[in-house]
């Protein structure tokens, strides 16, 4: 599966902004999803997860409340909601795709995703 980020832009402090992953490819249903942000200067982390069902979902602690991920199978779209953004939420969004069985866990870590999207930034104005 190829994945491409959409969806960034500017935004003021305390708005809201949704992003998007399209997938090409088959079995998009098959993959865990994720997203991961990387600010200027700093290591990429992971923001959110979805479990291939959508049954099991991860927020980071600093999002949790602020953001939703979700995503729609026959769509091969994978989105995340970001409400109530601060200028600590600017980075550069990446969606991530890693191919397992039903069962496998929800991971939260880089090395856990082995498909990428570009990147779409998100700029928070304070």
């Known amino acids: 599966v190829q994945l491409q980020a959409s969806g960034g832009g500017l935004v003021q402090a305390g708005g809201s902004l949704s992003v998007s992953c399209t997938a090409f490819g088959p079995q998009f249903s098959r993959n865990n999803m994720a997203w991961f942000r990387q600010a200027p200067g700093k290591e990429r982390e992971f923001v959110a997860g979805?479990?291939?069902?959508?049954?099991?979902?991860i927020y980071a602690d600093s999002v949790k409340g602020r953001f939703t991920i979700s995503r729609i199978n026959d769509k091969k779209t994978l989105y995340l909601q970001m409400t109530s953004l601060n200028p600590e939420d600017t980075a550069v969004y990446y969606c991530?795709?890693?191919?397992?069985?039903?069962?496998?866990?929800?991971?939260?870590?880089?090395?856990?995703?082995?498909?990428w999207g570009q990147g779409t930034l998100v700029t928070v104005s304070s």
């Open positions: 991530a795709a890693k191919s397992v069985i039903l069962t496998a866990p929800l991971g939260t870590h880089q090395y856990e995703y082995d498909t």
């Open positions: 979805i479990s291939r069902s959508g049954s099991t979902i």
